[in-house]
């Protein structure tokens, strides 16, 4: 513990001096910037995050990311670098197989990472209406790597048994993947219709905002001087969306009570909503947090209650300015704190100040560090992976910060949010570098004890911009025909069908037309398998797991989908997005479950032989 605090003071010391610089340090890097003009330029046009062509909604390119990004790299590593791993020959293939399998994976980490960076900066458009959730499950599907990643830079990661657990792992994560896949296309279709509800994210600090707004206008009004830009209460029109700033539209001190009969009644609708959430939540712990709303939102009406009634008793401006003034002045305080913890809650997105951002995906990288801790005993690779990852993090935020400085020598001025997260990196870039030393010159304790106090110092520049107390913090052989691996290949190319007919006829179905396009795509499948079992009956019949699972399993699916749309009674325009999937959901989800096992017993297969490999090298070297 006292080396806790003596970190944490080193810590306090380095941040405070960081922060007191002179502006002239930001003058001389912005001179160097300026030259680095070009390279700024470079790259800023990304494909990823813009809206998407043709009224692309979110829930499409998140799957695109997820199988393109996440999926198809996964199937990378089981497919060819474990499972082509029996082909190498020497010594060393193990070791070789893990290293190889540590690199795609630590790319695919950071596939998951860039993209929660750009859902948090505002980059990807989300749509409130879908509530997809991208960021929370991206992030759990981080954890589930991150959870890979420490097995494989095991001491021990390097044999048989550890890449069977390995790849086992790697097949419950591709299956996770194409859950969430399968959630995606049976999310209902987004309409223009707006629905209010009480989902956990920043859209219930919403009310807090115009309520504190409305409030904090009040006081500053209250505050001038008799006759300072108050204007005629027949000729004021409120802003649209509150954009006008605290006491630039007054109304006249007889016009308080008003006012504050407004703010009640933004607070009686919010304490309905409560009430209505409340009958049909059954969770405890979200029960509980709704209580306290409830509880809050009735105290504040109460103070709002006999606000009004003392200034509807009242006649003279100056000691309505007054009352206003005295009694608001706390409420007001109050509202403010509770909005920014409302909005520091959500994360990154609810905090209004752009230095989140950096503050939450360094607080991020810090608990990846303890997970890391945690899972390994091996000393050196634990310093090995907070310098390595603490060097890339550092370079990234030289370059974020070099773009910003660029900006201001050519442009002259930079924007709130940009000064904002100048500051931050300024701020953090000497304490991550000493984070980075203690991983070069001490011991793993020491370390251990320096993330800690990352985490303290960061959490409470956090609360200076979010004002939250708490941060919210998972083939074929000699022997004859393969015919698992065969079986395999074939039931990807059955899979890849499924999903254009999902993609171009069933996600999005715009007219009947798409009913045509569907039945269509169902026939090319049913050729696909009428080929293959003609194909294995030639052949035979060496493979008839094979022939049971096309004839009794996807065929009587397909047969059920193909009959569904080809009754004439069915209006397919009039459908559901669920209901025009659901057939083929099945369908696909024989697949994948079918591919599954498919690959993991393969992988068993190809792991045995080359231990088996590795003995029979062992006794010849003997």
Not at 102 to 124: P, T, W
Not at 605 to 610: A, G
């Amino acid at each position: 513990m006292a080396r806790m605090w003596e970190c944490l003071s080193v810590l306090v010391l380095v941040f405070v001096a960081v922060h007191g610089q002179d502006e002239a340090d930001a003058g001389a890097e912005g001179e160097v910037a300026a030259g680095a003009e070009g390279e700024a330029a470079a790259g800023a046009e990304d494909a990823e995050g813009k809206s998407a062509e043709g009224g692309d909604e979110e829930a499409w390119e998140y799957v695109e990311f997820l199988k393109a990004d996440v999926n198809e790299k996964v199937e990378v590593i089981l497919q060819k670098t474990l499972y082509e791993a029996r082909e190498k020959k020497g010594l060393t293939v193990l070791e070789e197989t893990v290293g190889k399998t540590l690199e795609q994976v630590m790319e695919i980490r950071e596939s998951l990472l860039k993209r929660i960076k750009k859902i948090r900066k505002g980059e990807i458009q989300i749509d409130p209406e879908q509530n997809i959730k991208q960021e929370e499950m991206l992030s759990e599907f981080r954890m589930e790597i991150m959870t890979i990643l420490l097995k494989l830079v095991d001491k021990d990661a390097a044999t048989i048994d550890k890449l069977k657990e390995i790849s086992k792992d790697l097949l419950r994560f591709k299956m996770s993947i194409s859950n969430e896949v399968m959630r995606m296309l049976m999310l209902p279709q987004a309409t223009t219709r707006t629905v209010t509800t009480q989902t956990g994210d920043c859209s219930e600090c919403d009310v807090l905002k115009e309520i504190s707004t409305k409030i904090e206008n009040l006081v500053v009004c209250a505050d001038k001087e008799e006759g300072e830009d108050v204007q005629d209460a027949e000729i004021v029109q409120e802003p649209e969306g509150n954009e006008a700033g605290a006491g630039q539209v007054c109304m006249p001190p007889a016009m308080y009570a008003m006012d504050l009969i407004g703010v009640n009644e933004l607070i009686d609708n919010e304490i309905e909503g409560l009430y209505t959430s409340l009958i049909t939540t059954t969770e405890e712990d979200t029960r509980l947090k709704q209580f306290e709303k409830l509880k809050d939102f009735k105290s504040l009406r109460e103070t709002i209650d006999e606000m009004i009634t003392k200034l509807m008793s009242e006649t003279d401006d100056e000691k309505l300015k007054k009352l206003v003034k005295r009694s608001l002045g706390r409420v007001n305080t109050e509202q403010k704190t509770k909005l920014k913890d409302c909005q520091a809650q959500c994360g990154p997105g609810g905090c209004e100040s752009c230095a989140a951002d950096v503050l939450y995906d360094a607080i991020a990288k810090m608990n990846d560090y303890k997970t890391f801790f945690n899972n390994t005993d091996d000393e050196e690779a634990k310093k090995e992976f907070v310098r390595t990852d603490m060097i890339k993090y550092i370079t990234e935020n030289n370059n974020e910060a070099r773009d910003i400085l660029t900006k201001k020598a050519t442009e002259g001025v930079i924007d709130e949010c940009d000064q904002e997260k100048s500051e931050i990196y300024k701020m953090t870039k000497a304490p991550m570098w000493m984070l980075v030393n203690t991983t070069i010159f001490a011991g793993v304790d020491e370390l251990e004890v320096m993330v800690d106090a990352m985490v303290t110092q960061l959490e409470e520049l956090l609360k200076q911009y979010c004002g939250s107390d708490v941060v919210i913090t998972v083939r074929t052989t000699d022997e004859g025909p393969n015919c698992e691996w065969e079986e395999y290949q074939q039931t990807k190319e059955y899979l890849i069908k499924v999903d254009d007919i999902i993609q171009e006829a069933l996600f999005k179905a715009k007219d009947d037309s798409a009913q045509v396009t569907a039945i269509l795509g169902f026939v090319d499948i049913q050729g696909l398998y009428d080929k293959r079992v003609k194909k294995l009956f030639e052949e035979e019949l060496v493979c008839p797991d094979e022939v049971k699972v096309i004839k009794k399993e996807y065929m009587t699916q397909l047969s059920k989908c193909m009959a569904q749309f080809m009754n004439g009674k069915l209006k397919f325009s009039e459908m559901s997005r669920l209901q025009r999937i659901s057939c083929t959901k099945e369908l696909r989800n024989a697949m994948e479950s079918r591919m599954g096992k498919l690959l993991q017993a393969e992988l068993e297969k190809s792991l045995n032989e080359i231990e088996v490999a590795s003995e029979a090298n062992a006794i010849k070297s003997a």
